[in-house]
Every structure is written in structure tokens, then in C-alpha cells.
């Protein structure tokens, strides 16, 4: 369903001046201040009896401003004296400084979001808001979680819960708090990034969750900013989470950490002595079947093999429904990056991985590899390459990244298969870790 924006931005210039046409004076005079008519869908509450309505959004998606106009809606009744459905509003973030700077003064806080008429004072000595009908909402910090203990709540929200100290204790403190009224509510809008609060806050069965990307807000972004941050962070674990607004958890004991991926991204890669594709096929061939990992690696073999670098180059991976589906998307990696060799785990196929792939490329160099090690074994040479600084990533590998976050030494903790890892470890393998064991030091000749 589109927004009342949507259907404007979408309509002939007549359709809007015959709606503009049919609203009276007030109602025009009301509209800047209708969110509900302007709002993007993340930005609107969540039908239901939920608890905690959590908002994951990119940089500039609209958080705060969806945060200021729930509270809005929680405090104001029809009329500027009338009473809302909250009398008392906690309103927690980082700081008091963040909170009066950013959720109650900002260019999306409550007071520029707030008509004339219905506009709250700021009490600066009591750090709180006043609205005419007697609602208040008070500034707390996580830096102070105990100036959470004895005030009470019917509504709370809460800003950039993942980058908060004290982050759990003063949440805790909060719930302790939010008692007042049939049914106590709070928002919560933060930028996503693995702490283990904002896990369990979505794990709850009482809270829902809504998330966008900082493109859904472009109308009100720099164009520069979009494409400065794209450029940089589009399609990188670090941009899912800063961009998309998509949680990217780190398992606890992570072979690869986001830090250490994100230390050496690169824009493009050198002159490679070797590319390869590295394919890890799902276990069956239908639309429900895992993904098919497909790994395009290129590396510099030039020199001692201490002295190699190798740089994953494209994630090709394909949710393919056949086999020469998948097959396709392998060739098809080879020849757009001229790869010298195909590599295909075969512990499931057998020799109908081969076949498959010769059917769409008779002269295809190819190399079977078979699982006689657990993935983690596997993995574990090869995370060591990426410890000694020597496996660097182009951008747009994020789901490879967020797949790698979670691979641990006991394994992969997450459902389904680690398909894009598999494909990665069998290309590094090849290029790397078995051609550096083969390496033989050129022979020096004395005269």
C-alpha cells in the first residue's frame, strides 16, 4: 500500500492540484504536520499488542524521525489540552547530550517535528520536555542506568541502543521502569551491530521489527553523501549493517572477524598470476536446495610463497533450481573474470559436478576436491592467511562476510549450509595452501 508521499510523488500534476484543491484551509495549514501521510512504511508503527517495536535502518534512513512523531503520537490527544495515551515518556540514549542534541533539538528531534500549537517546552535544569496537556518526556543517559531507578513510564524511546555502555543494565533498568498504564510501549531505533542486548530485544516474542536502508530515505539525503558512502561501503558486511540496516552477528570465537575483513578491503586488486573459480554444489537441484557457492579468487604468486597475496575477487553464488543452472553461473564467472581453473568440491556430485560443467564447457580446466575434513579443519589454513594480513576483499562481498562472521571452531552457527565459505576455502586452498606446499625454490646455478 502506498504512503499518502507515495501516491503524490506518483500522481499527475492534476490528480495533486485537484487534491490539494479539495482540502480546506485547516487542513491544509495540517498536512506538513500529518505523518502518517508523509511517513515511509518502516517509519509507521506495527499493528499489534507488541511490547518493543525496534527500528534497524541505514544511516539516514528516517530513525529519529520515526522515534520523535511515536512519541508524538503517544503524547498528543485531538486537541493541544486534551490527554494522550502517555502522560510519561522516558526518552534514553547514549547521553543526555545525545538526547537533547539529537532526539529532542535535532532537525528530526521532537521539537522540529512538532506544530506550533502542540510544541513541548525544554526544561533544561530537569533535562525534560513539557507539553501543554501535562505529559512530560524526561532525558536519561546509559552512561547513569541507576537515574532509571524509582521514576515510572508508559511509554519509552529509546535511541542507538547497540552503541550504548552499560548497555544491558540500563535496558534492564528501563523494563523495570516501563509500568505505567494498560499497556506500556517503546520504540527503539538504532543503527544494527552484534551486541548481544539488541539480540535479545529481537528475540523477544513481544517486540516487532521493522528495518530500511539508507536509500529508502533518498529523497532527503545529499546525493553526494549516497554515493560517497555506496561507493565505499555497497556490498560490504560493514554495509549491510551501516547501510542497510540489517543485523550482521559475530558468533562468539569467529575465525574471521568483520574488523579484520574490513582492515583489508582494497578498490581493485593488482596484476593476479592466477585467477580460479571455486564452486561448492548443493546437495540437491530444486528451488528449495541451498545456495550454490561460487568463489572467484585471484592471487600474486610471484616470489617465496610467504610473499603471496591473494584477493577474493566476486561472490557469484546463485540459488540456482537445476544443476545447469548452477553450472551456467560457473562458467559464466570464468570467462568474465578469465579464470585459468574451475574447482569443485565433489563429495555430492561425484563426477557429475565434471559432467555438468562440460556439457556448458567441453575444454574447461577443472579440478575435483573431495571433503576428507570436517569444514572447520578446512578452514582453519586459510584463516590463518587472513590473520597474517595476506588475503585482501574487493567490495561487494557481504553476504560472503556475514557468512565468515559466523564460522567458528565448532563449527557454523547458523541454519543451513556455509555455502559462499566452503567456496572461498576451496579457492584459497588451491591457490595458496596446496601451491604453496608444491612449491619448489628455483634452482640457483653457480659457475
Given at each position: 500500500?502506498?504512503?499518502?508521499?507515495?501516491?503524490?510523488?506518483?500522481?499527475?500534476?492534476?490528480?495533486?492540484?485537484?487534491?490539494?484543491?479539495?482540502?480546506?484551509?485547516?487542513?491544509?495549514?495540517?498536512?506538513?504536520?500529518?505523518?502518517?501521510?508523509?511517513?515511509?512504511?518502516?517509519?509507521?508503527?506495527?499493528?499489534?499488542?507488541?511490547?518493543?517495536?525496534?527500528?534497524?535502518?541505514?544511516?539516514?534512513?528516517?530513525?529519529?524521525?520515526?522515534?520523535?512523531?511515536?512519541?508524538?503520537?503517544?503524547?498528543?490527544?485531538?486537541?493541544?489540552?486534551?490527554?494522550?495515551?502517555?502522560?510519561?515518556?522516558?526518552?534514553?540514549?547514549?547521553?543526555?547530550?545525545?538526547?537533547?542534541?539529537?532526539?529532542?533539538?535535532?532537525?528530526?528531534?521532537?521539537?522540529?517535528?512538532?506544530?506550533?500549537?502542540?510544541?513541548?517546552?525544554?526544561?533544561?535544569?530537569?533535562?525534560?520536555?513539557?507539553?501543554?496537556?501535562?505529559?512530560?518526556?524526561?532525558?536519561?543517559?546509559?552512561?547513569?542506568?541507576?537515574?532509571?531507578?524509582?521514576?515510572q513510564f508508559d511509554a519509552a524511546?529509546?535511541?542507538?541502543?547497540?552503541?550504548?555502555?552499560?548497555?544491558?543494565?540500563?535496558?534492564?533498568?528501563?523494563?523495570?521502569?516501563?509500568?505505567?498504564?494498560?499497556?506500556?510501549?517503546?520504540?527503539?531505533?538504532?543503527?544494527?551491530?552484534?551486541?548481544?542486548?539488541?539480540?535479545?530485544?529481537?528475540?523477544?516474542?513481544?517486540?516487532?521489527?521493522?528495518?530500511?536502508?539508507?536509500?529508502?530515505?533518498?529523497?532527503?539525503?545529499?546525493?553526494?553523501?549516497?554515493?560517497?558512502?555506496?561507493?565505499?561501503?555497497?556490498?560490504?558486511?560493514?554495509?549491510?549493517?551501516?547501510?542497510?540496516?540489517?543485523?550482521?552477528?559475530?558468533?562468539?570465537?569467529?575465525?574471521?572477524?568483520?574488523?579484520r575483513i574490513e582492515a583489508a578491503?582494497?578498490?581493485?586488486?593488482?596484476?593476479?598470476?592466477?585467477?580460479?573459480?571455486?564452486?561448492?554444489?548443493?546437495?540437491?537441484?530444486?528451488?528449495?536446495?541451498?545456495?550454490?557457492?561460487?568463489?572467484?579468487?585471484?592471487?600474486?604468486?610471484?616470489?617465496?610463497?610467504?610473499?603471496?597475496?591473494?584477493?577474493?575477487?566476486?561472490?557469484?553464488?546463485?540459488?540456482?533450481?537445476?544443476?545447469?543452472?548452477?553450472?551456467?553461473?560457473?562458467?559464466?564467472?570464468?570467462?568474465?573474470?578469465?579464470?585459468?581453473?574451475?574447482?569443485?568440491?565433489?563429495?555430492?556430485?561425484?563426477?557429475?559436478?565434471?559432467?555438468?560443467?562440460?556439457?556448458?564447457?567441453?575444454?574447461?580446466?577443472?579440478?575435483?576436491?573431495?571433503?576428507?575434513?570436517?569444514?572447520?579443519?578446512?578452514?582453519?589454513?586459510?584463516?590463518?592467511?587472513?590473520?597474517?594480513?595476506?588475503?585482501?576483499?574487493?567490495?561487494?562481498?557481504?553476504?560472503?562476510?556475514?557468512?565468515?562472521?559466523?564460522?567458528?571452531?565448532?563449527?557454523?552457527?547458523?541454519?543451513?549450509?556455509?555455502?559462499?565459505?566452503?567456496?572461498?576455502?576451496?579457492?584459497?586452498?588451491?591457490?595458496?595452501?596446496?601451491?604453496?606446499?608444491?612449491?619448489?625454490?628455483?634452482t640457483v646455478r653457480t659457475l
Amino acid at each position: 500500500m502506498k504512503s499518502g508521499a507515495g501516491w503524490l510523488a506518483s500522481a499527475t500534476p492534476e490528480g495533486v492540484e485537484a487534491f490539494l484543491g479539495g482540502l480546506s484551509d485547516n487542513a491544509l495549514l495540517a498536512l506538513p504536520w500529518m505523518f502518517e501521510f508523509w511517513a515511509l512504511p518502516h517509519q509507521l508503527a506495527p499493528e499489534g499488542a507488541w511490547k518493543s517495536w525496534v527500528i534497524m535502518g541505514g544511516r539516514g534512513a528516517g530513525k529519529t524521525r520515526a522515534g520523535a512523531e511515536w512519541v508524538r503520537g503517544q503524547v498528543e490527544g485531538a486537541l493541544p489540552l486534551d490527554a494522550g495515551r502517555a502522560r510519561r515518556v522516558a526518552l534514553v540514549g547514549e547521553s543526555v547530550d545525545q538526547v537533547r542534541d539529537v532526539m529532542v533539538f535535532g532537525d528530526s528531534g521532537i521539537l522540529a517535528c512538532s506544530p506550533p500549537d502542540r510544541r513541548p517546552k525544554w526544561e533544561a535544569g530537569a533535562a525534560r520536555l513539557v507539553w501543554a496537556n501535562g505529559a512530560t518526556a524526561t532525558a536519561y543517559s546509559a552512561h547513569n542506568p541507576e537515574k532509571l531507578r524509582g521514576p515510572q513510564f508508559d511509554a519509552a524511546w529509546v535511541d542507538e541502543l547497540a552503541k550504548w555502555p552499560n548497555a544491558q543494565h540500563t535496558w534492564d533498568m528501563l523494563q523495570f521502569a516501563l509500568r505505567l498504564g494498560a499497556h506500556p510501549q517503546q520504540v527503539v531505533t538504532t543503527t544494527p551491530k552484534n551486541v548481544e542486548v539488541l539480540k535479545a530485544v529481537l528475540r523477544n516474542p513481544s517486540t516487532v521489527a521493522t528495518h530500511a536502508p539508507t536509500q529508502a530515505n533518498r529523497a532527503n539525503l545529499a546525493a553526494s553523501f549516497l554515493e560517497e558512502v555506496d561507493r565505499r561501503y555497497a556490498g560490504t558486511a560493514q554495509g549491510r549493517q551501516e547501510l542497510e540496516g540489517l543485523l550482521v552477528e559475530e558468533a562468539a570465537g569467529a575465525m574471521w572477524s568483520l574488523a579484520r575483513i574490513e582492515a583489508a578491503r582494497v578498490e581493485r586488486a593488482p596484476g593476479l598470476s592466477r585467477i580460479v573459480v571455486a564452486v561448492d554444489p548443493p546437495v540437491t537441484g530444486h528451488a528449495g536446495s541451498d545456495a550454490c557457492g561460487i568463489m572467484v579468487v585471484g592471487a600474486v604468486t610471484d616470489g617465496p610463497p610467504q610473499t603471496w597475496r591473494a584477493f577474493v575477487l566476486e561472490d557469484a553464488t546463485v540459488q540456482a533450481a537445476s544443476p545447469d543452472a548452477w553450472a551456467r553461473a560457473v562458467i559464466a564467472a570464468k570467462e568474465r573474470w578469465g579464470a585459468d581453473r574451475v574447482v569443485a568440491e565433489v563429495n555430492q556430485g561425484g563426477d557429475l559436478v565434471e559432467s555438468v560443467l562440460r556439457q556448458i564447457d567441453p575444454l574447461v580446466s577443472y579440478r575435483a576436491v573431495r571433503a576428507t575434513r570436517g569444514k572447520v579443519v578446512r578452514a582453519e589454513p586459510v584463516a590463518a592467511l587472513y590473520e597474517q594480513g595476506r588475503v585482501c576483499h574487493l567490495p561487494n562481498l557481504g553476504a560472503l562476510e556475514a557468512q565468515m562472521c559466523l564460522m567458528t571452531s565448532t563449527g557454523f552457527q547458523a541454519k543451513g549450509s556455509p555455502d559462499r565459505v566452503d567456496a572461498l576455502v576451496w579457492a584459497l586452498t588451491d591457490l595458496m595452501v596446496d601451491a604453496a606446499t608444491h612449491y619448489q625454490r628455483p634452482t640457483v646455478r653457480t659457475l
